[in-house]
């Protein structure tokens, strides 16, 4: 039933996910490894953590190339995002105000992507 559920989720043939790797010591998940795991019938995953937002989004834009399979972005989000209890909009504007630079990254991925 997992294996049926997650492959349905995800439109993937395999419950396999691949680890979205951020930079460490210089290397990264690069776009062909995402887009082989994808296209094997996984779910591949590219590691955002430490990536500028221009090669950020040039590597979505090779895997996109190379794969019209689901894939994945796997970006850090601080730990506690808000401590605040409230409305939805009250808690975004917390996040907005103490995070503002991953705030700015979300709102620019979703606008271009």
């Known amino acids: ?18 680890a979205g790797m951020g930079i460490y010591k210089g290397v990264i998940t690069t776009p062909e490894l ?12 590219l590691g955002a ?4 937002l221009d090669v950020l989004r040039a590597a979505i834009r090779k895997i996109k190339s190379l794969t019209d399979k689901p894939f994945g972005v796997d970006l850090i989000i601080p ?6 209890e409230g409305s939805r909009a009250e808690i975004r504007a917390d996040i907005q105000a ?3 630079k ?12």
């Not at 349905?8 to 691949?18: K, S, W």
């Not at 795991?37 to 996984?42: C, D, F, I, K, P």
């Not at 991953?102 to 992507?113: G, I, N, Q, S």
């Open 79 to 84: 730990a506690k995002m808000s401590v605040r």
């Open 34 to 45: 995402v887009a082989a795991v994808s296209n094997a019938g996984g779910m591949g995953c």
């Open 1 to 18: 039933m997992l294996h049926a559920g997650l492959c349905d989720v995800f439109n993937i043939r395999h419950p396999l996910i691949q």
């Open 49 to 52: 953590h430490g990536l500028e």
């Open 98 to 100: 103490r995070y503002p």
């Open 102 to 113: 991953h705030w700015a990254l979300v709102e620019d991925l979703f606008k271009r992507f």
